[in-house]
């Protein structure tokens, strides 16, 4: 079983508050992964890693920042969260090279409430 | 254009009774393909995984799906469905060797009957 962890599992927050969202994982891998899922919809990726100081962003714009300064490490961040950014935001990480193709595990998510 | 998709977005089947759930994609050649399960308020759990090799592959709980090339098809298919099995299922396709992320489904919704 993959041990990756976010914290916290629920937040409610006010319109223009700083939130950090976090994600851990202990297996060492390299490549790490935010997507964002609304109810009842696919999951899109937002942010990826490859590896230490590596971040890109992914399909799905967002407002958000990544930082990857620890392999184990990959915090999200919204300087200013709007009602527009209430989801769920799931965390994954998978071993590989940048070319190569894994199985992603999965944390087991931060639903985030703007109001 | 590169696409997954799941026909059916809820399905009802009675406990005990056999399941598949469909998956079909759109690429220029044959991806990586998963099925992940995710049960409410939770994080997806791989159930199984295509790379290369045997068409017919065996997952986690009771959980199996196959490839069909010819038809771009990668159902999951389970004979006997447990209230526990009740959860969303999201097939997921990643192009070979790419680095690329998953490119998800849109879910399908499993609800299991007594």
């Known amino acids: 079983e993959a041990d990756i962890y976010q914290t916290p599992r629920y937040l409610v927050i006010g319109t223009g508050k700083k939130i950090t969202l976090e994600c851990s994982q202990t297996m060492g891998h390299d490549k790490m992964y935010w997507y964002q899922q609304d109810p009842g919809m696919e999951l899109h990726l937002i942010h990826y890693s490859y590896g230490v100081n590596s971040t890109e962003k992914g399909d799905l714009s967002s407002e958000s920042t990544v930082s990857r300064i620890r392999t184990e490490h990959f915090p999200l961040t919204l300087e200013s969260a709007r009602p527009s950014h209430t989801s769920q935001y799931l965390c994954a990480s998978s071993m590989g090279g940048k070319r190569s193709t894994d199985t992603q595990y999965f944390g087991p998510g931060t639903r985030l409430t703007v109001l | 254009a590169q696409s997954v998709t799941q026909p059916d977005i809820h399905i009802t089947v009675s406990e005990g009774a056999s399941l598949e759930l469909r998956c079909n994609y759109s690429?220029?050649?044959?991806?990586?393909l998963f099925w992940y399960v995710q049960s409410p308020g939770q994080g997806l759990q791989l159930l199984l995984k295509?790379?290369?090799?045997?068409?017919l592959v065996q997952g986690i709980k009771g959980f199996e799906a196959e490839f069909k090339r010819s038809q771009s098809s990668f159902n999951l298919r389970k004979p006997s469905v447990h209230w526990s099995d009740a959860a969303e299922y999201f097939c997921?396709?990643?192009?070979?060797?790419?680095?690329?992320?998953?490119?998800f489904g849109k879910g399908t919704s499993l609800l299991v009957t007594p």
């Open positions: 295509y790379f290369s090799g045997d068409t």
């Open positions: 690429y220029g050649a044959t991806p990586y």
């Open positions: 997921a396709v990643s192009p070979q060797d790419s680095g690329y992320a998953l490119n």
